[in-house]
């Protein structure tokens, strides 16, 4: 069974800043896809990034970007420029890779609170 | 096209009482998953379905839990004979084929149970 870890339940950052969001994984699986995911208070869920392990470049949206360490089984999400509505709760999520249809096992998640 | 429908967003039920939570995939998805995210915690995976078929109900409780998804109309998950744990926030997500395929999540309905 795979497990997702993150060890910071809460984080702030002021505006304008960067923050790093850690999150660590254990598996046995070789191909396998890393998400994450971002609650507002609004309590949807939106995918903010994913990365496919295959791939060694790390993916990056606008101000998101992971460091994808594969070796160490580590994912974390660094968010540049900071902004109010990033304020949120983040979950990192691992699927495995075998196109089964598989769900998403989402790690406890890091509240965090962007201050202006 | 809209997004992933869920109704009811809140819902209330007393102890013993049952609960149904309905799911709309998004227009041309027919893989439909349920999350539960109880207080303070992640999305914890309970059920996939297609059209018609449970394909892994892996983290479905064995009682009182139970999943379907007609051939027409939503997904439903049944709650019987509730209880106080089974409050909690239930989020439905469906994706266009299996595999690695981005999920997209409902609003989630949020179960409280009195």
């Known amino acids: 069974a795979q497990t997702v870890t993150q060890s910071q339940p809460e984080m702030s950052v002021q505006e304008a800043e960067t923050v790093t969001l850690s999150c660590t994984y254990d598996?046995?699986?070789?191909?396998?896809?890393l998400f994450w995911y971002k609650q507002p208070p609004s309590r949807q869920m939106i995918l903010v990034i994913r990365?496919?392990?295959?791939?060694?470049q790390n993916a990056t949206e606008n101000r998101f970007s992971v460091n994808f360490q594969k070796a160490a089984k580590s994912f974390s999400l660094k968010i540049s420029d900071s902004q109010l509505g990033d304020t949120a709760m983040y979950f990192c999520?691992?699927?495995?890779?075998?196109?089964?249809?598989?769900?998403?096992?989402f790690g406890g998640g890091t509240r965090l609170m962007v201050k202006p | 096209n809209a997004g992933v429908m869920q109704n009811p967003r809140h819902l209330v039920r007393r102890r013993g009482q049952e609960a149904r939570l309905r799911c709309s995939p998004m227009?041309?998805?027919?893989?439909v998953y349920w999350y539960r995210q109880l207080p303070e915690e992640g999305l914890k995976f309970m059920v996939y379905?297609?059209?018609?078929?449970?394909?892994?109900e892996s983290g479905m409780p064995k009682e009182r839990f139970s999943a379907e998804f007609p051939k027409e109309g939503p997904s439903i998950l049944r709650i019987q004979q509730v209880v106080r744990g089974d409050s909690a926030a239930y989020f439905c997500?469906?994706?266009?084929?299996?595999?690695?395929?981005?999920?997209?999540f409902g609003p989630g309905t949020r179960l409280t149970v009195t």
């Open positions: 227009k041309g998805h027919s893989h």
């Open positions: 999520a691992f699927m495995k890779g075998n196109n089964a249809g598989n769900m998403l096992t």
């Open positions: 379905l297609q059209k018609e078929n449970i394909i892994d």
């Open positions: 598996t046995s699986e070789n191909n396998y896809y």
């Open positions: 997500a469906s994706s266009v084929l299996a595999g690695a395929y981005e999920q997209y």
């Open positions: 990365q496919e392990a295959y791939k060694q």
